[in-house]
């Protein structure tokens, strides 16, 4: 593969936004890649951009002796991340906010690279985009989220995994259902889409789904239990996403002492309408963060080994500011705009949402 002239043959990585599995598995492949095909250097730059804020910038190089498999299965990130903190609208003690893009681009400058590759969703991609740009840093974005709602790319990297969790504990919900002849509440992350959801609702056999692309209307989704029940079936599991809005048109969320709103309990709201209608016994289970940590699933470290050993390739060919992605099996890249800032939930026609109504999944509507 031919070289582009690159002017200190050493490139940075850093994982943003908030974790997931699979994330040391890219840094792996970007590690082995980097080094052994083109002998450049590798420096893991630490948190994201707070680690660019920070003097001296926090770092760590990564090399083939301090880099090894064990990296496929570890979970979290060793180059840690941060999911607030804007560079762009750095929140200062005072409650104000502050642009300090120049202070990350100076950092990133100190550590005399030729190119940054950046490991997040879509938010980070906004951000490191933007910075890439008015720091003249060529930048290639890898995809990762649980949520998969990255557009342009079919995966991104910690989806699987999430979904890997939730099937699991579905699992072990079902049998404790049956015993006592209860409707299980599952709420599963995913914040604005529904593609944990419906993924692990097919993969464990639920029978309502509720993501947010579709709103519900709970007389569906209680006749639909009630029929269950008269089919002698008198157990059910509901996979709910966090992101499903109420017949207020509400999300259920809860505001934290450091001034974030986050989603969390609609389904408790679920379960006691559940409850309500059918005269079901209804209990509820919030993943949450055990849906982001542990080992990676296999198809995660695949897909991770991919995306990171080609972002390489691209940086190499002097291909950057663009977005590597896994588009109908391929790999691919797309240029940044396409992907910072923009999001893709479950389409109504796709087929996820289809193979979910051919087996009779109720999805609320
Ligand atoms: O975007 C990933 C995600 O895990 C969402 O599914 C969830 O709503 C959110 O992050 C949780 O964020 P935090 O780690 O800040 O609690």
Redesign the pocket.
């Known amino acids: 593969m031919s070289q582009f002239k690159l002017k200190h043959n050493r490139i940075g990585v850093l994982t943003s936004?908030?974790d997931?599995a699979g994330l040391n598995a890219a840094i792996r492949a970007i590690t082995y890649r980097a080094i052994q095909e083109y002998g450049l250097s590798v420096v893991g730059i630490l948190a994201s951009t707070a680690g660019l804020l920070e003097r001296p910038v926090r770092y760590r190089d990564l090399t083939l002796e301090n880099v090894d498999s064990a990296y496929l299965r570890k979970g979290g990130t060793v180059l840690e991340t941060v999911?607030k903190g804007n560079p762009f609208e750095y929140p200062m003690p005072d409650g104000s906010l502050k642009d300090r893009s120049a202070e990350a681009i100076e950092g990133f400058q100190a550590l005399h690279l030729d190119a940054l590759i950046g490991i997040g969703?879509d938010g980070s991609a906004r951000i490191l985009a933007r910075l890439a740009k008015e720091g003249s840093i060529p930048f290639i974005g890898v995809p990762k989220?649980?949520?998969n709602d990255l557009a342009e790319t079919d995966f991104a990297i910690g989806y699987m995994s999430a979904v890997e969790v939730a099937v699991d504990a579905a699992d072990r919900l079902q049998p404790t259902a049956a015993s006592h002849r209860r409707t299980m509440v599952l709420e599963v992350?995913?914040?604005d889409v529904g593609w944990i959801a419906l993924a692990s609702g097919i993969a464990s056999g639920a029978d309502v789904v509720l993501v947010p692309e579709i709103p519900f209307n709970i007389d569906k989704v209680c006749a639909h239990l009630r029929a269950r029940h008269a089919r002698g079936q008198n157990h059910a599991l509901v996979v709910c996403s966090?992101g499903v809005r109420l017949a207020s048109g509400q999300t259920v969320s809860h505001a934290f002492a450091d001034g974030?709103i986050?989603?969390g309990g609609v389904g408790a709201a679920i379960a006691d309408l559940i409850a309500r209608n059918t005269g079901a016994e209804t209990r509820v289970t919030v993943l949450g963060?055990v849906?982001?940590g542990g080992a990676p699933c296999a198809f995660d470290r695949i897909l991770a080994t991919s995306l990171g050993s080609y972002a390489v390739d691209l940086v190499a060919q002097g291909k950057t500011d663009r977005y590597v992605v896994w588009k109908f099996g391929q790999l691919t890249s797309v240029p940044l705009d396409a992907v910072a800032g923009k999001t893709r939930g479950l389409r109504l026609d796709g087929q996820l949402v289809h193979t979910a109504r051919r087996v009779g999944i109720c999805l609320g509507d």
């Open positions: 936004g908030g997931c999911n969703g989220t649980i949520d992350m995913g914040r966090e974030e986050r989603l963060h849906q982001r």
